[in-house]
């Protein structure tokens, strides 16, 4: 509280993005461990950009390109990625709570011991992607595409898969709820002996 308190006296924005920080991810098209909480990164092209262990919270990102990008270690928690484009970048343990990714491109992205807790990735194309150690209580893959992926130790018992398809999609060590169990058969899916369906 006293921080807090602290922090309004003195005209602290907490939750401000540091603008040299945004000027060299704008200008440079990366920004490694840089402060880049709420700032605008949407419709623009970071290809192949170096962004791990960056603070990308609450971001506005929709509708840009970040294909073959490093992630790692990032936030993205909150952050806006509707639409963009993620293409076989990687996003292994980050914080993705919270993140709305509605028709977001995650084709071929690694998502290995990230936290996508009721991160909204409805409608995505998520094709090839591997979850990993992720951990996706109540996320939403709602009539998405993740056909060829990988789920190994994951509780997926509280993610919401209606209409979601995950054709030769590979279920390994993962607790799933009966009516998932029973999707990813009919999708033809590969459940292995050791998934708890409950």
């Known amino acids: 509280m006293r ?6 006296v003195l005209g602290i924005t907490l939750s401000a993005y540091d603008a040299i ?5 704008l200008e440079e098209k990366e920004c490694i461990g840089c402060d880049l909480r709420d700032a605008n990164l949407s419709r623009r092209d970071f290809s192949g950009g170096d962004f791990h262990g960056s603070d990308l919270s609450k971001a506005d990102l929709r509708g840009s390109i970040f294909e073959m990008g490093d992630f790692n270690g990032c936030s993205l928690r909150g952050a806006n990625a509707e639409g963009a484009v993620f293409w076989k970048a990687t996003l292994e343990r980050a914080d993705l709570r919270g993140m709305h990714a509605k028709g977001a491109n995650f084709k071929g992205v690694h998502f290995n011991g990230s936290d996508l807790s009721r991160a909204d990735i409805r409608d995505a194309k998520v094709w090839k992607a591997d979850f990993t150690d992720a951990i996706l209580r109540k996320t939403d893959f709602r009539n998405s595409e993740i056909g060829g992926s990988k789920f ?3 509780d997926l018992h509280t993610a919401k898969m209606k209409n ?3 054709w030769q999609t590979r279920f390994s060590d993962v607790v799933m709820s009966k009516t998932q169990c029973a999707h990813a058969k009919k999708e033809e899916a590969t459940v292995d002996a050791n ?3 409950r």
């Open 3 to 8: 921080g807090l308190l602290l922090a309004i």
């Open 21 to 25: 920080h945004l000027k060299k991810a």
């Open 152 to 154: 190994i130790r994951n």
């Open 164 to 166: 979601t398809l995950l």
């Open 195 to 197: 998934v708890t369906c």
